[in-house]
Structures are given as C-alpha cells and as structure tokens.
C-alpha cells in the first residue's frame, strides 16, 4: 500500500523549486500552487531567495519535517537528499521526477537501488524516478500539462510513461473524459504500475472511489499482483481497461514443441488481460473510448438504436456494430407507426431511426422516449447529431443530457460536429457528458466492452487429476535428471494420472514382439518411431498398416532411422484432427493453448490462449472464441466434437502442469476428436528444471 504521505500529505517540498516555467521544477511548483492543495508547500532551492512567492530554503537540512518531497534535481543528488529527508525529516512520500537513473545504463540502476532502500528502510513511498509526477485529489503534482479536470468519478490512470499519460490526456480531456486520479511511476524503482493498482484496490472506498481504471503498462514484472487485484477490483465494481506496449521476453525464448511456437509471446499478455477482466486496447484513441463506453451506464443487452439525422455516419455505425457482433434490429409494429406520426414526413423509425436534417430537439426527444419506454426490442441507444452550421443545437444538445440522465438505458452520443457545433459541445461537456466524436471508434468499443466475459463470475475447476501420482512420475524422472523430452514410458503415465484419454498403444523392441503386439491391438495399426521428436518429418510415422506382414517389414526399415530406440504401435482411429498443449511463460505461469490441427493451426494460426489455472468457462471459451468453432459444432452434415471432452482436457492439462511445473512445453497433437470421444494418438512433454 502507498504511504499515508505520499497520498495525503500534509506538506509538500519541491527539492529544485525554480522560477523558470519552462523547467519541471518550476512548472511543478506552480500547478501545485494553482491546484487544491490545502497544506504547507516548501522549496528549497540554494540559488534563490525566494521562488513564485515561497521562501526558499538552502538546503534539504534547513526544512522542517515534511510528509512528501518531490524532488527535481540531477539525478547524482538524489541520494543524498533522500537520506537527509528520510532519516531527519519524517519524510515518507518520494516523487523523483529527474531522469538519469536505470535508463541510462548500470550505475544509474544501482543508485535508483540505494534509494529504494532507504525509502523502504522508513516504510515511505517512491514514485519514479524518471516520472512526470502525481495528480490526486490532494494535489496536483506533475510538472506536465494540460492537468485534468479532477472528478471522483472520472478515471484513475496509472501510466508506465510519463509523456503516454500526458497524450492520454490530452485524447481523453477534448472529449469531456475526466480523471480522479494520475499517477505515473517512471522507472518504478519501488514503485509499479501493478503496487498502485494493488493501493487503489486495498484502498476502495464504495463511496468514493472511482469506478474505472485505465492502465499504461511497458512491462509486467508482476502478473499474479496485476490479476490479484485487476479481479478483487472487478468484484467491487469496477471496470478496467489497459494498453500493453511491447512484448514479453519471457515468450522470445526458442520453442522446439508446436505448442512452443504457437505460445507467441504476446499471447501470455493477452490470456493475463482476459484472466483478469482487463479490455486490453492498442491505441490511446481505443483506450479513451473504451473509458469513456465504461462512464455510461452499462449495457444489458446487444440491441441498439441508432438515432440520427444524418445517413451516411449511421449507416458507418451499423455496420462497425454489426461486425462486432451487436444487433441493430429493425423496429416496427403500431408503436412504431405512432412515433413515425410524430416525425416529419420522409422519416424513418426502421433502424436507423432517421429524423432527417430539419429534426428537432423536441422530436430527438420523443424518439428517445420510445426507444427507452416502448421498444422492448431496444437495449440501448446511439446519437449522432451535427449540424451543417445553419443554426445552433444548443437544445438539441440539452434534450439529450436530460433524457440520459432520466433514461435507464444506455445513450451514447457521437457529435461530430467539432467545429461547427464548437460551443454547444463544450456546453454538452460541461455538464459532465463525454463526447464520441466518430461513430465507428464508439461502435467498436461498445461491441469491445459488450463483448468481454468479464462481468461472470469464475468458479474454480474441481481437481480431476491425480497430484500424488503426477508427483512420483516427475519426481522419479527428476532423479535421473534429464532436462528434455521425456521418453513414452513416463508421458503415457503423466497422460493416465492426468485423466487425459489416450490410445491404446505397445512399445516394441523386437520384429517378433512387434508381430505379437500387433495382433493383441487389431488391425489397422499405426507404427512409430521412438527417439527422435518430429517423427513424420524423418518418415518415421506410418499410417494404416494392415497385416503382420507389413508390419515386419515396416519394424525392420523403422528401427534403423537415426536416433529411434524402439517402436510404437497404436492402432489407426479416426476423427478430427485437434491439438492442446501447454508453455511455461516466466512469470506468468503456464499458458494452455487449443486448436484445431493439420492445416489450420500452420496456416491459419487458429489459436486460443488461457493462462493456468483454467476454469471450465475459460476453456470452453477459448474453444468457442476458435475461428473454426463452426467446424466443431459440425457443419454441412459432417460430425462436429464434444466440446465439453474438449474443455475437460484442457482443464487436465492445466491441473497436470500446474502439478508438475517442471513442465515447460508440452504438446498433444494431434488429439483425435469426434462427437462421443476425443483422444491423444500423440504426445510430447518437455521438462525444464530452473
Ligand atoms: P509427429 O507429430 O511426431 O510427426 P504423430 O504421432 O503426430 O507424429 O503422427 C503424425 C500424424 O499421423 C498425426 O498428425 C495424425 O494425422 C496421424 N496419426 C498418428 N497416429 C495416429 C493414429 N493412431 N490414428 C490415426 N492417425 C494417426
Ligand atoms: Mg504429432
């Protein structure tokens, strides 16, 4: 949790207070002196009497006890002042804005270390170094602008980047967004993004707290704190939204498995968002109408109205919403042919409700009573209203904040005219409204947040395998110590204490043995190779063998191909080629991947991502979120697969790797899939132990 004294503090000093604006230490100085900041503000500056009205003092030594220091000087006085503040000063909040600290290379990180440990050694706070600062209710440090207009209820923003969280703002506050809270952690020495998510969750406050978070994360050094917190907040109420940049390096490592070269490294990153409730956008303009959909009232269903006076937008909005899977259902019926008596001639009540140009505010009105009192087929409402500038809409503009503060159902507005509405806008916006100025970038954010199975509430999966038999088979293969893939005697085990169905199958050494085992199977039967990983690749995998015969032959030409130790017999199923399989990502655990095989994991890339621990929702999510889920229902007549076999294995895998997270890639592929039955005809488990 942050300190006391670096949220509320009762006295701010800005170590390198200056009178120049154009210098972080004055620019801070002065948006706290403008800002609401109720306590003792002090400055020490060496070189200056006094700086915009404050008594300087000389040094940090003169100061008397502060709670919070914010200092703005080279980064090689850092220390030292902190010490002083630390030790002498009661100081426990810390804001250092001066750069030159771990990214400029080793000395940098080992002096942003010393620091850390002596703010940690007085329990205090640091934010940064390398920071713009921190805007809270209390006050507004940061020496950036534009500074936000401050509401309880608008966002907390908590930014990796300093100059990202200015153009965030600077995105958002055009529009009407508001922010209850910025912080941004520099280099987050002690400091991350994911401890300030932690501090706002432990400290909410159901009456006061904001109700949206939006997060600018460059790294996750700490996954489990990220989705701890990101699911507790989700439970209090609140929405959150964040942007990634960059990928993970844990996932850049070389993967031999398939498994290992599907995990991209940004599919951990994704399935943490997705675990933890988190819309995951790639632009700041995403992240700000994502922000602003979660200010208005929530969605109940997919259906909307799309009202207008002008075609072309509407039309735009219908489709961006109907390719992000809402509805816009045609309205009619009596009800509709009363409100059509109440528009001009030539209106349209379809959906689209078009009031053409020369609607008025009274009629925009109206339109939006029915849809909110008599469309029972309507679950929300889009407004799009500009003007060609002939008169003004300052009505039209009123109209449409009272019926959302009256309406129960949602009404997003899309003004688009920035400039000829100008005026009436930021009227609009000054009552507290949130302007989307383009149709399309609603529309996705609305299917975006819509969409997102965030709100349900996730039970955990009951354990299906067996903990105590994984244990011993990894155990015992610990002691022979071989990082690597493990040989068919041990995959076979960890497949049967994991409940994962597999085929039948015989492991042979001998042409003899191979006879034998092949008529104990049945024909048709299916020989392998033992040894080497990719067995079709060295012509070790034969198909459809159907006498004792060929199997002789096959067992003579097979056993010589490098590397092969012995030879598998299984006998030959049929059914839908699929594969799951599982990847170890550093920090973030394992990620259980699923798709379909053959074709279309190689060439279409159809894959589902969820971090372990799965629940049973996830894994039939992520098997219905496939872009060949149709196939799998069945399709034209042909056989689909039982999608709950499905999700069960893919819980098993989750539980044998959570079990064994010496696990470091493993693969089932193909698991052979049909409507009664799916199972593993081959298996791969690679064990790394670091
Ligand atoms: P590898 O992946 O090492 O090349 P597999 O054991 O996966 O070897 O076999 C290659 C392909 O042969 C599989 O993808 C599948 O299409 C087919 N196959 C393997 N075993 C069987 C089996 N028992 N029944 C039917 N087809 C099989
Ligand atoms: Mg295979």
């Not at 020490?44 to 000087?73: F, M, T, Y």
């Not at 799309?306 to 219908?318: D, E, F, K």
């Not at 068919?488 to 003899?512: C, F, H, M, S, Y």
Request: proline residues 6%; aromatic residues 4%.
């Amino acid at each position: 949790m942050l300190s006391r004294e670096l949220v509320q503090p009762n006295s701010i000093a800005v170590i390198g207070g200056s009178n120049n604006l154009h210098k972080p230490g004055g620019k801070i100085l002065q948006n706290l002196l403008e800002g609401n900041f109720s306590g003792e503000i002090y400055v020490v500056n060496p070189r200056e009497k006094s700086v915009q009205g404050i008594k300087c003092h000389p040094d940090v030594g003169s100061l008397p006890e502060i709670d919070l220091a914010i200092l703005a000087i080279a980064a090689r006085f850092c220390l030292e002042t902190i010490e002083v503040l630390a030790r002498n000063k009661g100081c426990k909040g810390f804001i250092i804005l001066s750069a030159g600290f771990a990214e400029e290379g080793e000395e940098g990180r080992i002096l942003e270390q010393k620091i850390t440990e002596v703010v940690n050694s007085v329990r205090g706070s640091l934010i940064g170094p390398n920071c713009i600062g921190v805007i809270n209710p209390v006050y507004q440090g940061v020496f950036t602008s534009p500074i936000p207009k401050l509401d309880p209820r608008g966002c907390d923003f908590i930014s990796g980047s300093g100059a990202t969280a200015v153009f965030i703002m600077e995105a958002g506050i055009p529009n009407g967004l508001t922010f209850s809270s910025v912080y941004s952690v520099g280099n987050s020495a002690q400091t991350g993004v994911e401890d300030v998510l932690a501090h706002l969750d432990e400290c909410f406050d159901p009456e006061s707290s904001s109700r949206v978070i939006l997060l600018y994360l460059e790294t996750i050094e700490k996954p489990g704190l990220l989705l701890k917190h990101a699911l507790s907040l989700h439970r209090k109420g609140c929405k959150i939204a964040a942007i990634k940049s960059g990928i993970t390096e844990a996932g850049s490592r070389a993967a031999s498995s398939h498994t290992g070269a599907l995990a991209t490294p940004d599919a951990a990153v994704d399935a943490l968002m997705a675990k933890a409730g988190i819309i995951r956008c790639s632009s700041r303009e995403e992240l700000v109408a994502v922000a602003s959909v979660f200010q208005h009232r929530e969605l109940e269903g997919k259906r909307m109205a799309v009202i207008t006076h002008a075609g072309g937008p509407a039309v735009m909005l219908c489709d961006v919403l109907s390719v992000g899977g809402m509805e816009v259902p045609a309205i009619d019926g009596p009800k509709a042919e009363e409100l059509l008596e109440k528009l001009y001639p030539g209106s349209s009540v379809a959906n689209p409700i078009d009031i053409l140009a020369t609607g008025t505010a009274e009629q925009l009105g109206t339109v939006i009573d029915y849809c909110e009192k008599e469309f029972e087929e309507i679950d929300g409402m889009i407004v799009i209203f500009g003007t060609p500038g002939l008169f003004p809409v300052n009505d039209v503009y009123r109209t449409l904040d009272g019926k959302m503060k009256s309406c129960r159902k949602p009404i997003y507005p899309v003004l688009p005219s920035i400039v000829n509405a100008r005026e009436e806008i930021e009227e609009f916006i000054s009552l507290g409204r949130i302007n989307f100025p383009d149709e399309v970038r609603l529309g996705r954010a609305i299917s975006k947040v819509y969409n997102s199975p965030f709100m349900k509430v996730r039970e955990k999966a009951p354990k299906l395998v067996s903990v105590i038999k994984i244990r011993e088979v990894i155990d015992e293969v610990l002691k022979r110590c071989t990082d690597g893939y493990l040989g068919p005697g041990p995959v076979q085990e960890l497949l049967d204490a994991a409940g994962i169905p597999r085929t039948r199958e015989a492991v042979v050494n001998t042409k003899a043995d191979a006879v034998i085992k092949s008529e104990e199977l049945g024909f048709p039967l299916v020989l392998k190779v033992v040894g080497p990983v990719h067995k079709s690749d060295v012509a070790g995998v034969v198909l459809n063998i159907t006498s004792p015969e060929r199997v002789a032959e096959e067992f003579e030409r097979m056993i010589q191909i490098p590397n092969t130790v012995a030879i598998l017999i299984q006998p030959m199923l049929s059914g839908m080629e699929l594969f799951s399989g599982a990847k170890r990502e550093g920090k973030f655990g394992h990620l259980v991947l699923c798709g379909m095989g053959g074709i279309f994991v190689e060439a279409m890339r159809d894959v589902q991502g969820g971090l372990a621990p799965l629940t049973l929702e996830e894994a039939l999510g992520m098997i219905r979120q496939l872009k060949s889920y149709a196939i799998i229902e069945g399709i034209r007549g042909e056989e689909g697969v039982d999608e709950h076999a499905w999700a069960d294995i893919l819980l098993r895998v989750s539980q044998l790797v959570e079990t064994a997270p010496e696990i470091a890639e493993m693969d089932l592929n193909p698991l052979l899939g049909k409507k009664d039955v799916i199972m593993a005809v081959d298996a791969r488990i690679r064990i790394e132990t670091r």
